[in-house]
C-alpha cells in the first residue's frame, strides 16, 4: 500500500467504448494490470442533446449533486477539457479549467507528438518529473476529457487511436483510471452490454435469495432510474496498491467474466478516487 497520498489521473473517453479495438494494445495492457469494473449511469431524458448527455454523465463522475472540493478535504483538482459545457460546468464546482492546447508549450520539439507533450505536461503537474516523485505537486487529481471527433491541435480526430495518452503514465504514487463511456444510447442498444446479472446466471442453491446488487440502491433505497445497460468501462491502476483481477483485454466482455470491480454507480468514482489520494473516507466495503 502508498506509504503517502498519491496522486491521480482519470483519463475519460467520452464515447470512445464503441472504438476500441485489438489494435489498442496499451489499453489492453492496462486492464491486464489493473482492477476493472462499470460505472452504471442513469437513463436519459427525452431530446435530450450531446452537450447535454456529455455534462450529465461528466456530473454523475463528479458527484455534482453532493460532492464538492471542499468536502474532500480541500482535493486541489483541475479538468482537461476542449469542449466549452464541460469546461464552464467544472468551472462552477472548483475545478481548475485548462484546454488540451494549454499543454502544449513552445519549449517542446516540434518533433515530439503532441499526444506524448500531453502526457508529459500532465504527469508534470501531479508531480511526476525526469522519472521522480517530487514532494510537493500543483494538482492532487486531474481529468482529462477526450470525445469523439473533438478538435485537437487544429485538427478533428477520433481519439479512439491515440491510446498513447495512457503509455509511459507508471509512478509508484500515480493512481490511473481511465474511463471509457459509450456516449449516447438507446434502449434498442446491443442487449448483451447488460451489467445485469439474473437469476438464471446465478448457479447457487440460494438463488432464491438473490439480492439487489449494490449499485442500484443508495442508503438502503432503491435507486429510481438506473440504467442498465452500456455501463462506463473502467480500468485502474497503481503499483503495489490496486488490486489485479483475471481480465485480459479491455472489453465489455472481459470486465463482465473477469473483472474484479462488478459494477458502482458512476456518483461513486470520485469518492473511491479520493480515498486513494487520502483525501476521503473509504466508500462501500
Known sequence: MADKPSRGLVLYGDGLARFINSSHTYLHDLASR????????????PSETEDERMVREFAQLLDSCEASLVWFMGMR?????????????????????????????????????PVDVVASEL???????????????????????IGAGEKA????????????????????????SLVMSYGAVSKDDDPSLSVLVTK??????????????????????SRNNVRNHCPMLIAQWQYAVT???MAKTFSFEDFKEHG???TIPADRFLHEVA???????KYGA
Open 153 to 176: 491541435n487544429g485538427q478533428t480526430e477520433i481519439i479512439a487511436n491515440d491510446i498513447e495518452y495512457v503509455n509511459g503514465l507508471i509512478g509508484s504514487r500515480l493512481h490511473l
Open 123 to 145: 504527469l508534470k503537474l501531479l508531480g511526476f518529473q525526469e522519472g521522480k516523485t517530487l514532494e510537493t505537486s500543483q494538482f492532487d487529481l486531474i481529468f482529462m476529457h
Open 34 to 45: 489493473g482492477i476493472c469494473g462499470f460505472l452504471s449511469l442513469s437513463n436519459s431524458p
Open 77 to 113: 483538482a483541475a479538468i482537461v477539457a476542449n469542449n466549452s459545457s464541460l469546461k464552464s460546468f467544472g468551472g462552477t464546482l472548483g475545478f481548475t479549467v485548462m484546454q488540451t492546447d494549454e499543454l502544449i508549450k513552445n519549449n517542446h520539439p516540434l518533433s515530439e507528438p
Open 275 to 281: 480515498f486513494k489520494l487520502w483525501k476521503a473516507p
Open 260 to 262: 474484479g470491480n462488478l
Open 200 to 221: 438464471n446466471e446465478n448457479n447457487s442453491d440460494l438463488s432464491l435469495l438473490f439480492p439487489h446488487q449494490s449499485y442500484t440502491m443508495k442508503g438502503g433505497n
Open 243 to 245: 488490486r489485479k483481477d
